[in-house]
């Protein structure tokens, strides 16, 4: 009986840990090219849930054909707000950057608050809470096909940093600033395409998040500190470290609420991201840190 | 040139002038409107409650006012509800209680929605001695502090599951099993804990229990835990957002049980909607159902069926419980200030003190803490997308669809 | 980055030695004695006003001797205020103790013993994983303090008032002045030299003969007897006290912002950021109730954007408005 739960608990931690890692993946690229920990990350993630919401409430369109098109839109959002608005700062020491996503981030909530309403909301498409067995274990169809998305963006994400002359320029870029900008790479709109590359994926990232979960304008704010723990756990600015640290994050937190308590979520998370940072801050499989 | 002078001049006087102009929020009803404060919900997590509650009270004041007002000691007086929002936190509602005691002078106030954010009011009007009724704050934690100026018309939290209990004890077959979880707030632990001393009392075995955080947006292992265990019944304290996010957990994990109960939820026209055909046959207490067979006092409408279908005319839904709870709370207010024959605040709260009558909500009589005991709670069940009451007996429109059949076969 | 940015960053400030202007000292001390009047005003409104910008002022006076001074950025100093407002709570639930000066001396010492322990394995951690580990355990506690039914579980408790309120506020008034004068004598001590000294660079300063370590902890365990000082009286104010209440990310976010504000590493910094933001914040709340979140987020973007160094850098910059607009581009890229 107890195997049977614990094996129920791994699945869910596996199929829960897809949306982790988008968001880490966001969050560490940000983080780790341009040394800015994104506090608005959360409420770009919202943004995404909410565009999947209108879309699917008013034009009946799926939330997994939404992912595109909500990466499109959350991207141009963050070029513009990190061009034109994070820029002034973008070298300042981290405080600053720190408090100033804080502030966008309690804008765009407050404005969503205004546009959307304090209620909260959700989508329940036609398989919503669909499953399937397999042996002792259910597994959900939506999380099966939440993952399934999630490492395809990745994936994505992965083959546009390598294979393309921009991501290299980004990696380039995160390695000495100073030679980039001598080899004529123009940092100011780099930049830009990198925080708009964080938002797209938080956007991409709400909408799965959307499709499991409900929305009110706060849902973002756990995601951020979930993506603190993966980064750690993972290492910043890998793809790889972000996909293998969220969905083992995923899994910590399903045994963690299962065995140590289910009030527990989040201290169980917290102390384990303490015990990281304090043994070993280079992650399990990132670069080191400044 | 220093350019730091000028401007923090500017700042100070930019602070100065901030916090003196502090609005008021219109001071000065006149000589003949009995003027309630309302701190109420408009954003937040409560949001949508707040909203039905307001309804609620707008529904009474409009009433009252057409049909020429109270009478206070041979004068007739209207009624006025001024609101603010709370913004679903506790401290803003005291502070916005305090706002209006002492700075617009009201007459009496009108609770928040929810448990916390009345017990913080409560405080505030225990301190200023202006009498607060409420309706929606089911907690009775706010009744055990041996306050003397507030009063709740709804029956108490540990109430909520326990009619669902009552209802399920007498069904064939027998429910042996029950998995009591809850939310880790004031009302949903007492909701819980009601379930919880019920079943001890009646021989329902619990097979699981467990607490989870208020907001969080991830209940599974709680859900798989609760498969496990296999229960008959499995009861869920909690609010709308918790209702929602449980019900469709036990669903993505193929959870099924004989009876499946939510304390808030069932009989919001929220959780229909967002669940849609995952919402049939799940149970829900409530404070109040239309078909209730009460014969009201004169002075406001007398039949639960009529206030039903007034409300809907008006407001385009159908009532839930919330929007009946929120209109008996100001009825509370408009048979003691006609009894007492005054507005002042002491008189008006003894006079509340001894009420002692039959709404179309049901009977409005506070025990010496102050809240109603004598209320009964209804059970409600989601049948064909509509909410209707199953137990007990009396009230019962239709009988329960019992048991609820597994996921798959529906 | 390490911690010499945010030295450089905040050593403009401190102007007059490390504990700031002079003038602007002298009369914040006294705004701080007009304002033992409010209580003769017999509003409760504008009691709880002032009560909250005496709070904010000894929670932000707080986070400013571990942030401005000693530059770690602590996001997590509202676990200290949670642990004084539970000490009162729990003296009069367990104990039946209504003595606000009991409370406040059993809350600073058990805060004080929580820094002592979370410090030592933290404060050796950097810039911002200094800050996230902080942040994280804010959050930690709350959720474990929901899980202790001795301590009110997730619904918390309530703390009876006794009828004279205004003893609240004279005493918040108390616990803030006593803060002031304790950040004005750490910042003309040795300590407080160590302090700027390690934030500059610490490696230096510990060749120097400074032991970063145990001056980080002390520093960190002032700040938390601070918060938790605040946090017992409010306790008491409040009339009840649950998780969400005593960890609130309100309480949490709004010193620092003050500190900035009105300048960090300075001694009446946080007073003046304390004063203008809460007027700043009332006066939304009045006039747009609707909306007056989405400006506090404006006024915090527009702050860190235009005014990094603080109101009091205003006062002595050079060059007039282009002088101002110039030293805005230092940062961008």
């Known amino acids: ?290 | 040139m220093h350019v730091g002078r000028g401007l923090s001049y500017i700042l100070l006087a930019v602070f100065v002038a901030g916090v003196a102009a502090v609005p008021r929020l219109a001071v000065g009803a006149d000589e003949n409107t009995i003027v309630f404060g309302a701190a109420l919900a408009a954003t937040g997590s409560y949001a949508r409650e707040g909203a039905l509650t307001k309804e609620g009270y707008d529904f009474w004041s409009d009433y009252v006012n057409v049909h020429g007002g109270i009478a206070v000691g041979g004068r007739k007086y209207r009624v006025e509800i001024r609101y603010a929002d709370d913004e679903s936190n506790p401290q803003t509602a005291a502070k916005l209680v305090e706002k209006f005691i002492d700075q617009d002078h009201v007459n009496f106030i009108l609770a928040p929605y929810g448990s916390a954010d009345t017990f913080a009011a409560a405080a505030v009007v225990e301190r200023k001695k202006i009498p607060m009724v409420e309706g929606n704050g089911a907690s009775e934690r706010i009744f055990n502090q041996g306050n003397k100026y507030t009063f709740g018309v709804l029956s108490p939290g540990r109430k909520y599951l326990q009619g669902v209990l009552d209802m399920a004890v007498h069904l064939k077959p027998r429910p042996q099993t029950i998995a009591v979880v809850s939310a880790n707030d004031l009302f949903s632990i007492e909701a819980a804990q009601g379930a919880l001393d019920f079943s001890a009392a009646h021989g329902l075995k619990v097979v699981y229990t467990a607490r989870y955080p208020a907001d969080t947006s991830d209940v599974s292992s709680v859900v798989s835990a609760i498969k496990a265990a296999k229960p008959d019944i499995i009861v869920n304290g909690g609010r709308l957002q918790e209702a929602l996010l449980m019900q469709r957990s036990l669903k993505e994990q193929g959870v099924n049980a004989l009876i499946f109960a939510h304390s808030v939820g069932p009989d919001t026209p929220d959780f229909r909607q967002t669940l849609g055909k995952d919402a049939e046959y799940v149970y829900g207490g409530t404070q109040w159902a239309s078909n209730a067979k009460y014969r009201g006092a004169p002075g406001f409408i007398t039949d639960s069926k009529v206030y039903a279908s007034e409300f809907t005319k008006r407001y385009g839904h159908v009532p839930s419980y919330q929007n009946a709870e929120s209109s008996a709370t100001c009825l509370a207010f408009q048979y003691a200030i006609e009894r007492a024959g005054s507005l002042d605040p002491l008189k008006v709260r003894d006079a509340l003190a001894a009420l002692d009558v039959v709404t179309f909500f049901g009977l409005l009589k506070f025990d010496e803490r102050g809240i109603n005991i004598y209320k009964p709670m209804v059970v409600n069940q989601i049948q064909h997308g509509e909410s209707v009451t199953v137990w007990p007996l009396g009230s019962q429109v239709r009988p329960p669809m019992y048991p609820t059949p597994p996921w798959g076969s529906r | 980055m390490p911690a010499a940015s945010t030295g450089t960053l905040l050593r403009k400030v401190g102007f007059g030695g490390i504990t700031g202007n002079r003038t602007v000292f002298f009369i914040m001390c006294g705004v701080l004695v007009a304002m033992l009047g409010i209580p003769a005003l017999h509003n409760g409104y504008y009691e709880n006003l002032f009560r909250g910008i005496l709070m904010f002022s000894t929670l932000s006076m707080g986070w400013n001797i571990i942030g401005g001074y000693t530059g770690y950025v602590s996001f997590g100093n509202v676990v200290y205020f949670g642990i004084g407002a539970y000490t009162s709570a729990a003296l009069w639930q367990h104990f039946h103790q209504l003595n606000l000066l009991l409370a406040i001396v059993v809350g600073a010492i058990i805060a004080a013993l929580m820094a002592l322990i979370l410090g030592i394995p933290i404060l050796r951690l950097k810039g911002p994983y200094f800050g996230i580990a902080t942040l994280g355990t804010a959050l930690a506690t709350q959720e474990i303090i929901s899980n202790i039914d001795w301590l009110g579980g997730g619904s918390g408790f309530p703390v009876h008032q006794i009828d004279n309120f205004s003893l609240y506020y004279y005493a918040m008034w108390g616990v803030c002045a006593v803060s002031l004068a304790a950040t004005y004598a750490i910042g003309r001590s040795k300590f407080g030299y160590a302090l700027v000294a390690i934030r500059e660079n610490e490696e230096a300063a510990a060749i120097l003969g400074v032991d970063p370590t145990r001056t980080k902890v002390q520093a960190w365990m002032i700040s938390a007897m601070m918060a938790a000082s605040a946090g017992a009286v409010f306790a008491a104010a409040n009339g009840f006290i649950d998780p969400p209440t005593a960890f609130a990310s309100d309480t949490n976010i709004f010193p620092i912002v003050m500190a900035i504000l009105g300048g960090a590493g300075t001694a009446a910094g946080p007073l003046v950021g304390a004063f203008v933001l809460t007027a700043i914040n009332e006066t939304l709340w009045g006039h747009f109730p609707q909306i007056h979140t989405l400006f506090f987020g404006a006024v915090i973007v527009l702050v860190v954007l235009f005014l990094p160094r603080g109101v009091l850098w205003l006062l002595n910059v050079r060059g007039g408005w282009r002088g101002l607009v110039n030293s805005l581009g230092a940062y961008r890229v």
């Open chain 1, 1 to 290: 009986m107890e195997f049977n739960l614990a094996l129920q608990d791994l699945v869910n931690g596996i199929l829960a840990g897809g949306i982790f890692a988008v968001v880490a993946l966001g969050f560490s690229l940000v983080w780790g090219i341009m040394n800015i920990i994104n506090l608005a990350h959360g409420a770009y993630i919202m943004l995404g849930a909410y565009l999947a919401y209108t879309l699917f409430t008013f034009w009946h369109v799926d939330p997994f054909v939404s992912i595109p098109l909500a990466f499109i839109v959350l991207f141009i959002l963050g070029y513009f707000i990190q061009r034109y608005i994070i820029n002034f700062v973008v070298r300042a020491p981290i405080l600053t950057t720190f408090l100033l996503t804080f502030g966008l981030s309690l804008l765009i909530i407050n404005i969503a608050l205004v546009v959307f309403h304090g209620d909260v909301k959700g989508i329940t498409t036609s398989y919503t809470g669909t499953n399937f067995a397999v042996g002792p274990v259910t597994i959900s169809w939506t999380k099966l096909w939440t993952l399934v998305a999630a490492l395809l963006i990745t994936g994505c994400m992965q083959m546009f940093l390598t294979r393309t002359k921009t991501g290299r320029a980004i990696r380039a870029t995160s390695m000495d600033i100073g030679a980039a900008q001598l080899s004529g790479v123009n940092v100011a709109h780099l930049y830009a395409i990198v925080y708009g590359l964080g938002a797209g994926l938080a956007g991409a990232a709400g909408v799965l998040v959307s499709l499991s979960y409900s929305l009110q304008p706060s849902m973002g704010d756990p995601f951020i500190i979930k993506g603190f723990v993966v980064c750690v756990l993972g290492g910043l600015g890998s793809v790889q470290g972000a996909l293998i640290g969220g969905i083992l994050y995923g899994i910590l937190e399903s045994f963690g609420s299962q065995w140590i308590g289910t009030g527990l979520q989040d201290a169980t998370a917290l102390v384990v991201l303490l015990l990281v940072l304090v043994v070993r801050p280079r992650g399990i499989i990132g670069k080191a840190v400044a």
